[in-house]
């Protein structure tokens, strides 16, 4: 065969997203893809119908006005924000413009498949740091380091375990890297988290620490496809070289901004979210499914083994709800579970009682 493609893309496995259906059940609830079980701002709705009257018109290639905005609710310098199809292609961005062949891009045991993906699409090499109990653990990450790293991805907190680490922990695992290379914070849920400011201080107060944001979770906009990036303006003029002008358009752009102005709507979605966290995480606990204390908008819970897991799945489909399997992420013993609104979770809680009520 002579038509082959770049080395490292065939390593590629096919990214496995949240299943959608279970079968036999009409009106199935979703908890596998971590979405807000509320949905957008009413007013970020009304802002993308009202985009439709100009569709025949070429979006911004600038983003300023969403720029603008991010940069006012978050307290930012608009100039130092990137704005991307979904926090996925900052990512991706990030592992065309600092890595390629030869070049290893660090994550974490249980790190978001999309690091692995993007820096083999890039032709890098990934290589995976291990966590500390289901935590991402700075000094292994600083010991896997060699003088190849070039990206270092952790989310905090992070995806699938829902653990994050401390503001100290943070300045030292930047301060510790090599100097060629940059630490990416994935801040996915970090408006979730009470009095985080998504790893802010620690890059501005640095030239090697970048951050990724998206509308996809706490925005309730996953199905739009927005996510943006901020850290130093030099590599944020980098990765503006390899965005392509029209990336985003004007129905995206015109709702994230009125969804991120929305405060009000932002805030009512994190307190109702750590409410029934907290709910569920006991209940489940009190059932003999134990999960690490979540700063996010899922729980994984701990079942004995993969096969108690595998069962408790299998019940809950069949009962209408779908969490997400997270063998692939090497946690065959966990289900990962989105919180949802108060009488999804405590359909959750009932079906699990009942689970291992018919297994003992
Ligand atoms: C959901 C998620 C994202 C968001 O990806 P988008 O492309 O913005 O939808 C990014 N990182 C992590 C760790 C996530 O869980």
Known sequence: MTITPQPGILDIALYQGGEAHAPGVVDPVKLSSNENPFGPSPRALDAFRQAAGNLHVYPSTDHAALRAAIGEVQGLDPERIICGVGSDEIISFLCYAYAGPGDEVLHTEHGFAMYRISALAAGATPVVAPEDNRKTDVDALLEACTERTRLVFIANPNNPTGTMISQADLERLADGLPEQALLVLDGAYAEYVEDYDAGQSVIDTRENVFMTRTFSKIYGLGG???????????????????????????????????????????????????????????????????????????????????????????????????????GGYGLPECLRITIGDATACKRVAAEVAAFKGQVR
């Open 224 to 326: 739009l496809r927005v996510g943006w990036g901020y850290g130093p303006q030099q590599i944020v003029d980098t990765l503006n070289r390899i965005r392509g002008p029209f990336n985003l358009s004007s129905p995206a752009l015109q709702a994230a901004e009125v969804a991120m102005r929305d405060v009000a709507y932002t805030d009512r979605c994190r307190i109702e979210n750590t409410r029934m966290r907290t709910w569920l995480s006991k209940a489940l606990e009190n059932l003999g499914v134990p999960s690490d204390p979540s700063f996010c908008n899922f729980i994984l819970a701990r079942f004995a083994d993969p096969a108690e897991a595998e069962a408790c799945d299998a019940h809950l489909k069949s009962r209408g709800l779908i969490v997400r399997r997270v």
